[in-house]
């Protein structure tokens, strides 16, 4: 569990850069739905959890300090 | 002399865990009787201690720990191997994303056909004849017996059965086929192409300008990859064009990878929904209208009778036939030179293709707002973009026209053709 902790930080950092990769894919050819597909939507749903996640765990150790 | 049974690291530690032995060692020396601490002769405090904290036990249980293992320290990883272990994770991820959003879905939907929802039926076109009732009966004719020649009534000279756009345009249309390298001509169809190649605004171009006019609404066709709607279908463009008998070609908005929108394809319906792209919509009575996203409703549209509908974009002319300096899209590539594709009107049964080339030595290709002012220099009312880039392909009399900056198979052509089908060997033998 320690170690899914600690590793939750990096795999939120790393769905990020792939975010901001589809992103500017999207600036360059919309109609391909980088953003706006159902993968997209799954993508976006799960990156959200991750952040979610990794910051509650985050702020629990903060206040253990 | 007796500090020599101490062992130096009893001397020299006093904290930690030899302190903590001397403090649980206090007790004993609490022990003595009152009479022997009186006679006992003044030692050094440190000496005393010393005393008191030895013992075989603690130096063997002290031994012991030190020579068992101790667990090994677990190894950090450098800040190197961490952020290649995170770019790797980033390129898993991008492949996973890539893996669901493009391959999987062209895998699942490689047979999937999709049927259109119903069909636009035209206000110009005549109902079909009632078919209900009794098939009339057919009279035996006796085989000596000659059948009764069949009286018709002279058709009256005044009638006649031309189109309106085939009186309309009775110059560009010719009574028997005609065909050379790079125009067309029959009873319902005409179509010329011009090749434009030098400087334009500064910069070296080739585009190709077929001016088309047309008989009959039905001569303007378009058709999907393989004659199928399948998601994600392609096919080769010249095979595609050879595959509809199609005089004149064009590559079209590669609407199949979208699975909604606002689309109708020779009158059927696949998709109602509102867009969030610019539309063009081809009527059945050879009108073509563009449309922004908040200037069409999809029932109002359907009941007016579209005949073929793009959703590429965005529109290139405004309402007054100028050029538009603002677009409906949020791509960068509007503002990159590049091979591009557009439908042009002049008014029902006159359209044109313009195909311009790019990306390569002899054309720079155009940005989007050159590309509508060369639109609109051609004298043309609505105007509208299609797809481009390597897709930018125009075939005229089965084989490809322009120079492709590559090669990319299309998912669906505009086309046009004659309605009577009408074979290109059947022509020739004609």
């Known amino acids: 569990m320690k170690r899914f902790l600690d590793f939750l930080p990096h795999l939120a950092a790393c769905m990020a850069v792939a975010l901001v990769v589809i992103t500017i894919l999207n600036g360059f050819n919309p109609l391909m739905a980088w953003l706006t597909s159902r993968t997209s939507r799954i993508f976006l749903f799960l990156f959200s959890t991750v952040v979610l996640a990794s910051s509650i765990t985050a702020i629990v150790r903060n206040s253990r300090r | ?430």
Request: aromatic content about 10%; hydrophobic content about 30%.
């Open chain 2, 1 to 430: 002399m007796e500090g020599r049974h101490t062992t130096p690291k009893h001397t020299a530690a006093p904290s930690g865990r030899t302190g903590m032995r001397a403090a649980t060692a206090q007790p004993r020396r609490t022990a003595e009787t009152p009479t022997q601490r009186q006679t006992a002769p003044e030692r050094p405090a440190r000496v005393r201690e010393a005393q008191t904290i030895y013992r075989p036990d603690d130096e063997r249980a002290e031994r012991k720990e030190r020579l068992a293992p101790r667990p090994e320290k677990k190894k950090r990883p450098s800040a190197a191997g961490m952020i290649l272990r995170d770019i790797l994770l980033v390129g898993i991820i991008l492949v996973v994303f890539a893996f669901f959003h493009h391959v999987l879905p062209r895998i699942t939907a490689r047979n999937t056909v999709i049927a259109p929802k119903s069909t636009v039926v035209s206000a110009t076109t005549p109902p079909p004849a009632e078919t209900s009732g009794p098939a009339p009966v057919q009279q035996a004719v006796p085989e000596n017996e000659e059948p009764p020649e069949e009286t018709q009534e002279p058709l009256p000279e005044e009638v006649d059965l031309r189109t309106e756009w085939q009186k309309r345009f009775a110059d560009k249309f010719t009574d028997e086929v005609i065909r050379t390298a790079d125009s067309y001509s029959s009873p319902d169809v005409a179509v010329s192409i011009s090749t434009y190649s030098g400087e334009y605004k500064g910069y070296y171009q080739t585009y190709y300008v077929a001016d088309i006019y047309v008989a009959n609404i039905e001569n303007f066709r378009t058709r999907f990859a393989n004659d199928q709607f399948v998601y994600y279908g392609a096919q080769d463009a010249v095979a595609l064009s050879k595959s509809a008998d199609a005089i004149l070609a064009m590559n079209g908005d590669y609407c199949n990878n979208q699975r909604s929108g606002f689309l109708v394809r020779n009158g059927d319906v696949y998709y109602d929904d509102a867009l969030t792209f610019d539309l063009c919509v081809l009527f059945h009575d050879g009108r073509v209208e563009t449309y922004s996203p908040s200037e069409y409703d999809p029932q109002e549209l359907l009941e007016a009778g579209p005949y073929q509908t793009w959703k590429f974009g965005p529109k290139l002319l405004d309402e007054d036939g100028k050029a538009m300096t603002s677009f409906n899209t949020t791509t960068e590539i509007i503002y990159e030179e590049a091979p591009r594709s557009g439908f042009g009107y002049y008014e029902p049964g006159h359209y044109c293709f313009v195909v311009a080339d790019g990306r390569q030595n002899h054309a720079r290709g155009f940005v989007l707002s050159e590309f509508a002012q060369l639109f609109e220099e051609l004298g043309c009312t609505r105007a509208y973009n299609m797809d481009g880039g390597a897709s930018s392909v125009l075939t005229f009399d089965g084989s490809t026209y322009n120079k492709p900056s590559g090669y990319r198979q299309l998912g669906d052509i505009l086309l046009i053709a004659e309605i009577s089908g009408v074979s290109r060997e059947e022509e020739g033998t004609a």
